[in-house]
């Protein structure tokens, strides 16, 4: 977001309904792959910690996740030091919300 900013001459709120339509698009792809690859319910159960893990994630969530981090690197844009420490911290955190998701199950 900040790079499309600094390439277009904008501020992030000027894209933000550009945002929001992707958002919406990503929901509903999400939607339509949950249902398809939802198990049967004689499957829920093996299932169930990958089911609990997927049920905690939030694409919503993670979106105005990501917003607040762009709107942030954005207003950071200045201060390279605290802005490079943010990312790096930033980095840490998906990294860590990815590993969750990702969380093999048990044989």
Request: glycine share 8%; proline share 7%.
């Amino acid at each position: 977001m900040v790079d499309t900013c600094r390439t277009l001459g904008c501020e992030p709120v000027d894209l933000e309904d550009e945002f929001d339509r992707v958002g919406d698009l990503l929901v509903s792809l999400e939607e339509r792959i949950r249902d398809e690859l939802m198990p049967g319910p004689d499957l829920l159960r093996i299932a169930d910690p990958l089911t609990h893990l997927l049920g905690s994630w939030s694409l919503e969530r993670a979106r105005e996740a990501s917003w607040a981090a762009a709107r942030a690197l954005w207003a950071l844009r200045g201060l390279p030091d605290i802005a490079g420490e943010f990312t790096e911290r930033l980095d840490a955190a998906v990294g860590l919300a990815g590993r969750m998701l990702l969380t093999p199950l048990p044989d």
